[in-house]
């Protein structure tokens, strides 16, 4: 079966370009994807995709799809016992996340919600969880691949403390790599053993994945425990937490404990980890009651606030004056008031952060970011029609935002601009009130080949997209300052804009730092111009690096032959 091509079509009156887009493949027959954004079911690795799948019966999936080729399509069972049949619960939190190592190494987490016998599973009598998984390290459900890259066999670590995630019954597990490949999880936990519902239970974890050790090490601190919680000290450390709850009718305020802590984190170009999350620091309110931000230049060992402070002890709290409160970018009525779910995170090209939510009264989707002019937080309405829930959002390279419609994509330049909107031309891409067009983002594609990569869902089934936005890149990196205006790549034509007319060497080098090709040597016009068509190599990432006496830039792009 040939790739599939189809086309975005621009429709505004400035200009009239298409995207290529192309269905990689739909879910095998009797089976259906994810396709849910607060997990991560789908990663690139290696020219392959790897995206998590159930069948009808909820028995477990891992597929892999060659990105040329979407005939080249490998189905395999990740738990294969055919004499104690696993199957995921049927609950909405028992997803799964997928993620790969550096080396190859094929990493899967899941069907977890407290830990593998939440949401009544340890009461289930149609799909009670086999006895061959209860009392793993920390209720985990956790299998890593046997060989790099071979999807063939897996084997279940949550028994090995070698192997095993430290933590404490997860919900809401997500794994992410950076732009070096460094594997990161993140998730909610009981920090408290035993767990017990009083305030302060519940943390947002942060691991990170130690290749040399083939473990994790565990990141940010041990929340205080000062707060009269005596017997139930914090073992396990978070990243944020307050000893704060929900405050739900009919519970006491000495029992309320439940935080959902929906949170995203992403990585820039320049590797600088962004962390979203929801925190509840009013018990006598249902429901989250700020929006908290910060960031790490350090892989995650210590985090700042949007102003470049840094958080002097970590976990990260909300609450007002204490030495580690995080930066607060929205509070329930300031500047409006919001629906607890998980909020998408994007930035600007000044690395201003921005975030979908849901307006509380109207539940219409709306967004907030983060104006440095006025070191305020300002909403705003989408111009177009997005998903009034749980939608995905965007930043590429250049800091172009990507605001994700129903039916249709805005690339805007700024929060305030306008934008440019690109309309779907073919009915077969999945859209509309009941689908939408895309979740679960592939981050590291966009990352590095500016490609727009995700799970959309048709007829319940589910189908795998990518679509190019390299011919649409509107503004230049925020470290393209005094001698480079611009850099776009359209159809493998190199468009480079000089400011200042001063000796400048132009280079590619592959990702293991050879050089592929020399493009110029000396004084530059204002535009240059260099065709990509004619190197003589395959579609790969490449690295442009552009020297001047006062510069030494390199830019990622991805070059299709």
Request: glycine share 8%.
């Amino acid at each position: 079966m040939a790739i599939i091509i189809v086309l975005l079509i621009v429709s505004n009156s400035y200009s009239q370009e298409t995207l290529e887009t192309t269905i990689n493949a739909y879910a095998p027959e009797g089976h259906h994807f994810q396709g849910h954004n607060k997990y991560s079911s789908l990663v690139t690795f290696n020219g392959n995709i790897y995206v998590f799948s159930m069948d009808d019966l909820r028995k477990p999936y891992i597929n892999k799809i060659d990105e040329n080729n979407s005939s080249n399509i490998e189905t395999a069972l990740i738990d294969t016992d055919e004499n104690d049949i696993y199957r995921v619960f049927d609950n909405g939190h028992h997803r799964f996340t997928i993620g790969i190592d550096q080396l190859g190494y094929i990493h899967i987490l899941g069907d977890m919600h407290h830990g593998n016998l939440g949401s009544g599973r340890d009461e289930s009598t149609d799909n009670p969880l086999p006895d061959r998984f209860n009392g793993s390290i920390g209720d985990q459900m956790y299998w890593i691949s046997d060989n790099p890259e071979d999807i063939s066999s897996f084997s279940f670590v949550g028994f090995d403390a070698s192997k095993a995630v430290p933590c404490n019954g997860l919900t809401y597990e997500t794994l992410e790599t950076d732009n070096d490949g460094v594997l990161y999880m993140t998730g909610r936990q009981s920090v408290r053993d035993p767990r017990i519902h009083t305030p302060g239970t519940m943390g947002l974890s942060l691991w990170r994945y130690n290749l040399s050790t083939s473990s994790w090490d565990e990141l940010g601190g041990v929340p205080d425990n000062g707060y009269g919680f005596t017997g139930h000290d914090a073992v396990f450390p978070s990243i944020v937490w307050e000893p704060h709850g929900y405050g739900r009718d009919g519970v006491p305020i000495d029992e309320v404990w439940y935080q959902s802590y929906s949170h995203s984190l992403k990585f820039d170009q320049n590797n600088r980890i962004h962390l979203l999350t929801l925190v509840n620091a009013d018990d006598t309110y249902d429901g989250s009651t700020h929006v908290l931000y910060a960031f790490s230049d350090d892989d995650g060992n210590t985090f700042n606030r949007l102003e470049g402070s840094q958080i002097n002890s970590l976990p990260i709290r909300a609450t007002e004056n204490i030495i580690n409160q995080g930066t607060i970018l929205m509070t329930q009525g300031d500047p409006d008031e919001f629906y607890a779910e998980y909020f998408s995170l994007f930035w600007d090209k000044n690395l201003n952060p921005g975030f979908q939510y849901r307006q509380l009264s109207s539940m219409d989707g709306r967004y907030c970011y983060y104006d440095a002019n006025i070191q305020e937080s300002i909403t705003d309405d989408f111009n177009i029609n997005v998903i009034d829930r749980q939608g995905e959002h965007c930043t590429l390279n250049d800091g172009s935002i990507v605001i994700i419609g129903k039916q249709e994509i805005c690339i805007k330049e700024s929060f305030a601009d306008g934008g440019i909107i690109y309309s779907l031309s073919d009915s077969d891409i999945p859209s509309g009130d009941d689908n939408y067009l895309l979740r679960e983002i592939n981050d590291a594609v966009l990352r590095d080949r500016n490609i727009l990569r995700g799970l959309s869902i048709k007829d319940g089934r589910g189908v795998v997209i990518s679509i190019d936005l390299n011919s649409i890149v509107l503004s230049t990196p925020s470290d393209l300052t005094e001698c480079i205006d611009r850099i776009t790549i359209v159809q493998n034509q190199l468009n480079i804009s000089f400011v200042q007319n001063s000796f400048t060497k132009i280079e590619l080098y592959n990702l293991t730092g050879q050089k592929v090709k020399s493009l110029f040597t000396g004084f530059p016009n204002s535009e240059m111009t260099f065709n990509l068509n004619s190197l003589n190599t395959s579609s790969q990432v490449l690295i442009l690096n552009i020297k001047t006496p006062k510069e030494n830039i390199n830019r990622k792009f991805f070059i299709k032959k």
